[in-house]
């Protein structure tokens, strides 16, 4: 069969591989501590769980309006308002079976051959890997741990072109767990105002935040029509598997987003979104005391990776992610991570695996025990001894 080019453009995420060959070594055997996978630790709450049940005993197990059940894009809407600080209409709301999908709708519609997106380095490998599937050319923006991995405002600038039709932020940051600051979210808003250039804002760990407040570039004065916010269930309610994201956006490209979702997926599950609408409306305490633990795992993690010879990590601002810099080590970011897993147990990413901007760290997921962080700190500083 002939296969087209573009089918080959996609890349892969490493976090599925990593855990793949952990598995593996599991199976033969050997004792692994899982800090690879960006999945919270957490059941999902109960109240959302019962919701979904009663929904399928209900019957609700038929198509569902391509865009979301009504009373979801409501409780999605008020949600998302309430913590950014503006309103936002149902109509502007599509659910979207996690929010990979809502990255290719995105990139798909806004950019092809001729244009470039430009996104942050390192990042979610699938924001190169749909890029380089759509025909566009990717810009990698450098993040820099020197300024607590935000990038330099000079090279933004540098980086726009007139051929610049997609900006891409994520903030908190996979992999970093950095946290865009309100001088630099600016910047990137004055420049697309000015440029009359679309953002696409990653806000999937808006709600796992440990130092501030969440700001998203879309409450910039003019960044509402212009802003397309990527969100969901996942990280914020433990829902990995539910497979529940959301867009936000004016009403030419929802109109364009929601006719990729009738060609592409007709809905997304019926009575996963019962439990979505519960999730929301429900007492927030369980989100609350997840993001508590988190903060607690990340207050001992990084004093700990800082202790060990030849490790240099950053605090982290949000999500779940360490990303120690190995440098030091002398070794590079896959060689690092094949010899923690193999002769330590512990599975980690290579940083280089999210591009070249990675390349000298490893992504540790502190989206586990504080009894497994302890343990790996145990092992990591045994192999580098």
């Known amino acids: ?180 600051d309100h001088e630099t979210l600016a910047v990137i808003a004055e420049e697309a105002i000015q440029r009359d250039i679309p953002v696409l804002s990653d806000e999937i760990y808006s709600r796992i935040l440990y130092d501030e407040k969440f700001q998203s570039i879309a409450s910039f004065p003019g960044m509402a029509e212009r802003t397309i916010i990527l969100d969901g269930f996942s990280k914020t309610y433990a829902m990995t598997g539910w497979r529940l994201g959301y867009v936000i956006a004016n009403p030419e490209l929802s109109e364009i987003f929601e006719r990729y979702n009738v060609n592409i997926i007709s809905c997304v599950t019926t009575f996963a979104q019962f439990g979505a609408i519960e999730a929301l409306r429900m007492d927030q305490s369980p989100v609350e005391e997840m993001v508590a633990e988190f903060h607690k795992r990340r207050d001992y993690l990084i004093p700990a990776l800082n202790e060990i010879n030849g490790l240099q990590c950053a605090t982290p601002g949000g999500a779940f992610y360490a990303f120690p810099n190995i440098t030091a080590t002398g070794m590079s970011s896959q060689d690092f991570a094949d010899r923690l897993l193999d002769e330590a147990g512990v599975a980690t990413l290579d940083g280089g695996s999210f591009g070249a901007g990675g390349e000298g760290y490893i992504r540790i997921s502190y989206a586990s025990s504080m009894a497994n962080l302890e343990e790996a700190v145990r092992r990591i500083a045994k192999f580098l001894k």
Do not use: W
Not at 62 to 80: F, K, N, Q, S, V
Not at 130 to 149: C, M, N, W, Y
């Open 1 to 180: 069969m002939k296969i087209q080019d573009r089918a080959r453009r996609f890349g892969t995420e490493s976090a599925f591989k990593v855990l793949a060959r952990a598995r593996a070594l599991e199976a033969k055997g050997k004792d692994v501590v899982h800090l690879e996978i960006g999945q919270p630790d957490f059941p999902t709450p109960d109240a959302a769980c019962q919701a979904g049940i009663r929904a399928i005993q209900e019957g609700q197990t038929g198509y569902g309006p391509t865009p979301g059940l009504p009373d979801l894009r409501r409780a999605i809407a008020e949600h998302a308002g309430e913590l950014r600080g503006m309103e936002f209409a149902p109509e502007q709301v599509m659910v979207t079976p996690g929010g990979k999908p809502v990255l290719y709708y995105v990139i798909n519609a806004l950019a092809g051959e001729g244009d470039e997106v430009i996104y942050p380095d390192p990042a979610f490998p699938m924001y190169p890997s749909i890029i380089a599937h759509s025909g566009a050319t990717g810009v990698p923006l450098r993040l820099k741990e020197s300024v607590d991995f935000r990038f330099d405002p000079d090279e933004f600038r540098r980086l726009l072109s007139p051929k610049t039709s997609l900006i891409i932020l994520n903030s908190p940051q996979n992999p970093t767990g950095g946290v865009l």
